[in-house]
């Protein structure tokens, strides 16, 4: 059976909303977020740091040029759809692009994917926080969604451009050697770390945060 083709499934927008948080060691909060997407039939304008019109409003752990724009795909959703027993919308997880034709854990760093005029460079897997679990209404997603391991991916923009339901994407390889987005997010979850792999990521376009990250695992294991 042939490979699917590459595509454009859903492009998503987020508008700020608020959103209770926990409970947890605390009380609940109320934070205001982006991850509530909505689809969208009009073409988008991708630029460096991100979709326009896209909202994401915890930048500390959100966005910037190396998580610019956040792809989920189709057969990520089939999987989520078996475990959990319905199916999901686009967006539900927050992406900001619902691609089909490749599993997410797959995707390898420096991976560059074209997608109507804008150029994509994968940079990180999605780790899941609180405001995901609060999202699907559940608590115990976090450990779900490390269990299940189909993260999605992040990505920096290359070459800004548009996007919209239905582009074609074409896809060139990340080069040699490159850690695959799984190995990402498993490293995320490690109790141990070779320092020696470790170094070696370093060599690829890794998102900002993930690049700190490294250091930090690295500068730990010295100590």
Request: charged letters at 25%; proline letters at 6%.
């Amino acid at each position: 059976m042939p490979a699917p083709a590459l595509q454009i499934l859903s492009v998503n927008i987020g508008q700020p909303l608020a959103l209770t948080i926990g409970p947890d060691s605390a009380a609940p909060r109320t934070e205001i977020t982006g991850i509530h997407k909505q689809a969208t039939s009009e073409r988008v304008r991708v630029g460096r740091l991100g979709l326009e019109g896209d909202h994401v409003m915890d930048t500390r752990h959100h966005g910037g040029p190396g998580q610019a724009v956040y792809v989920y795909t189709q057969e990520d959703y089939d999987h989520w759809a078996e475990v959990l027993g319905q199916t999901l919308d686009p967006g539900t997880f927050g992406e900001n692009l619902l691609m089909a034709g490749l599993e997410s854990v797959d995707v390898r760093v420096g991976e560059r994917f074209w997608v109507g005029s804008t150029v994509l460079e994968a940079t990180a897997a999605r780790i899941p926080c609180m405001v995901l679990a609060a999202r699907m209404n559940d608590l115990g997603f976090v450990k779900r969604f490390k269990q299940v391991r189909r993260p999605g991916f992040y990505a920096r923009v290359v070459q800004e451009g548009d996007v919209g339901q239905g582009d074609p994407v074409r896809r060139e390889a990340a080069p040699d050697g490159a850690p695959s987005i799984g190995t990402t997010f498993d490293l995320w979850f490690s109790e141990s770390r070779d320092p020696e792999e470790l170094r070696r990521y370093l060599n690829y376009p890794l998102a900002e945060r993930l690049r700190a990250d490294i250091e930090e695992w690295l500068t730990a294991a010295k100590n």
